[in-house]
């Protein structure tokens, strides 16, 4: 991409860019501390994505979902998630606005939201926690245009730089029953 076409993207395509690189960053560290780790948790992964109670086929979808489990979820030996180990700046190979993203990545928000609202644009979208009750309003790169059923999602929001916050991987819908089911896997400890 030539210096002319990055200076006339918007700041929300920048941004996007950014997280892509950033992403891929992050997974070939993991990678050279902890070599073949991400093949060792896709088996993880596997018992993992049950908790879900869906069919995921799409292998977009099941990519993203792997990559926000292993950064936020995974632990190393059961001491540290790999976005624990990557906030130190191992190899101090992070700029500072890497480093200040991870830190917001660090502190994700994980709950079934029950959708309030969606701007006419899909941009915009309102949402509750059906765990906290607290409001949020998440600031969409592209529109949100998900048919949701009932209008409950299992999300993770993080904030941006700029103090917005937007869906941290893939947002799966579900009617009032599954949710139930969910709340049980994923916020009722066992």
Request: proline content about 3%; glycine content about 4%; aromatic content about 14%.
């Amino acid at each position: 991409m030539g210096g002319a076409a990055l200076f006339n993207m918007k700041q929300k395509d920048k941004d996007v860019l950014f997280k892509e690189k950033l992403l891929s960053k992050l997974l070939s560290t993991i990678e050279k501390h902890f070599p073949k780790l991400e093949e060792k948790a896709t088996t993880d992964f596997e018992k993992e994505i049950k908790k879900y109670h869906k069919e995921i086929d799409d292998s977009k979808i099941l990519f993203f979902l792997f990559v926000r489990w292993f950064l936020l979820k995974y632990k190393v030996g059961d001491y540290f998630t790999l976005i624990d180990f990557l906030s130190t700046n191992p190899d101090l190979q992070f700029l500072p606005r890497e480093m200040e993203f991870i830190r917001n990545i660090q502190e994700f928000k994980e709950s079934l939201f029950i959708v309030k609202e969606i701007s006419a644009e899909g941009k915009i979208v309102k949402i509750r926690s059906l765990i906290d009750r607290k409001d949020y309003q998440i600031i969409m790169v592209k529109p949100f245009k998900q048919n949701i059923k009932e209008k409950v999602i299992l999300a993770t929001i993080v904030k941006r730089a700029n103090g917005d916050l937007f869906f941290f991987g893939p947002v799966l819908g579900y009617t009032k029953e599954e949710a139930d089911k969910i709340k049980k896997e994923f916020f009722i400890k066992k």
